[in-house]
T-cell receptor, first 115, second 109 residues
Framework: GAGVSQTPSNKVTEKGKYVELRCDPISGHTALYWYRQSLGQGPEFLIYFQGTGAADDSGLPNDRFFAVRPEGSVSTLKIQRTERGDSAVYLC?????????????FGPGTRLLVL | SQQGEEDPQALSIQEGENATMNCSYKTSINNLQWYRQNSGRGLVHLILIRSNEREKHSGRLRVTLDTSKKSSSLLITASRAADTASYFC?????????FGAGTTVTVRA
């Protein structure tokens, strides 16, 4: 079936604005992850969903970041009052059940630029 | 932290040659995964090796894991121009993948 999809591919916004980034996981995958990748670095974990609930949000940098997954499928990462330092590629991944040692399948990412 | 650390940072080889990159980490793990990334976008999963495995193959890829040394290696044999990419290791003790900064591989035609 289809892989993980993310929209938009690119988002340019101004400092202080609110943005929403969307992730459509692979159908049937109950686990969903968000990562953030800054230029020249590897991805950093943000949050992990098991079904509808955020099982681990320890990677969210501050309370301007929030993510939801209301029906256990699509997830939205929300960033309030964006700052220039939020500019990065935001990657979403999903896996079948969220157990240890599962392969995580990544989407193409959303490149966020905050001016 | 169990974050992976890849070495070297960059590697340039001729098409047909082998490419080897290494990964070190600090704490005990359940598994270690290798990913490839082209042009800074989505990551493609290459291989997952579990802590009780020592070696794994997939096509032209060979991954080793030495838990006593807390290190792993990825070997790409008979490289092709299409192998040009960044390669990341991600040691994991649970569902969180802890990526390093990656090894950038350039394969020259």
């Amino acid at each position: 079936g289809a892989g993980v999809s993310q929209t938009p591919s690119n988002k340019v916004t101004e400092k202080g604005k609110y943005v929403e980034l969307r992730c459509d996981p692979i159908s049937g995958h109950t686990a969903l992850y968000w990562y953030r990748q800054s230029l020249g670095q590897g991805p950093e974990f943000l949050i992990y969903f098991q079904g509808t609930g955020a099982a681990d949000d320890s990677g969210l940098p501050n309370d301007r970041f929030f993510a939801v997954r209301p029906e256990g499928s699509v997830s939205t990462l929300k960033i309030q009052r964006t700052e220039r330092g939020d500019s990065a590629v935001y990657l979403c991944a999903s896996s079948l059940g969220g157990a240890q040692g599962e392969t995580q399948y990544f989407g193409p990412g959303t490149r966020l630029l905050v001016l | 932290s169990q974050q992976g650390e890849e070495d070297p940072q960059a590697l340039s080889i001729q098409e047909g040659e082998n490419a080897t990159m290494n990964c070190s980490y600090k704490t005990s793990i359940n598994n270690l995964q290798w990913y490839r990334q082209n042009s800074g976008r989505g990551l493609v999963h290459l291989i997952l090796i579990r802590s009780n495995e020592r070696e794994k193959h997939s096509g032209r890829l060979r991954v080793t894991l030495d838990t006593s040394k807390k290190s792993s290696s990825l070997l790409i044999t008979a490289s092709r121009a299409a192998d040009t990419a960044s390669y990341f290791c991600a040691p994991a003790n649970d569902y969180k993948l802890s990526f390093g900064a990656g090894t950038t591989v350039t394969v020259r035609a």
